[in-house]
């Protein structure tokens, strides 16, 4: 049973910043990667940035990069998705999910991914 649990969405200014965390409930040996997703309204889910499986690489979407950062602590078990320069069309729901499996190259669709969490709505205002 896996379980994400996403935390830290809210409303913000435009330039402003946020920190979302995804704790991750998971208790196979099985080695996996991580992913962060957002849903806008009326439009599709968006690949956002990616952490590979053995944590050595991170990628970003060409929207969000040098703007977000990716991490996780292993000991928390929590994954984090650190926003900064917020934009008004960075609103959206915001998705953790967990992709099992030393892939490579690291997933950066969401059908790749097993399990999701519930989301954490982020709302930028201008």
């Known amino acids: 049973q896996v379980q994400l649990v996403e935390a830290g969405g809210g409303l913000v200014q435009a330039g402003g910043s946020l920190r979302l965390s995804c704790a991750i409930s998971e208790r196979s040996f099985r080695t996996y990667g991580m992913g962060w997703f957002r849903q806008a309204p009326g439009k599709e889910r968006e690949f956002v940035a990616a952490l590979s499986w053995n944590g050595g690489n991170t990628y970003y979407s060409d929207s969000v990069k040098g703007r977000f950062t990716i991490y996780k602590d292993n000991a928390k078990k929590t994954v984090y998705l650190q926003m900064n320069s917020l934009k008004p069309e960075d609103t959206a729901v915001y998705y953790c999910?967990?992709?099992?499996?030393?892939?490579?190259?690291?997933?950066?669709?969401?059908?790749?991914?097993?399990?999701w969490g519930q989301g954490t709505q982020v709302t930028v205002s201008s």
């Open positions: 999910a967990l992709s099992y499996g030393e892939r490579r190259p690291t997933p950066l669709v969401a059908n790749l991914y097993d399990y």
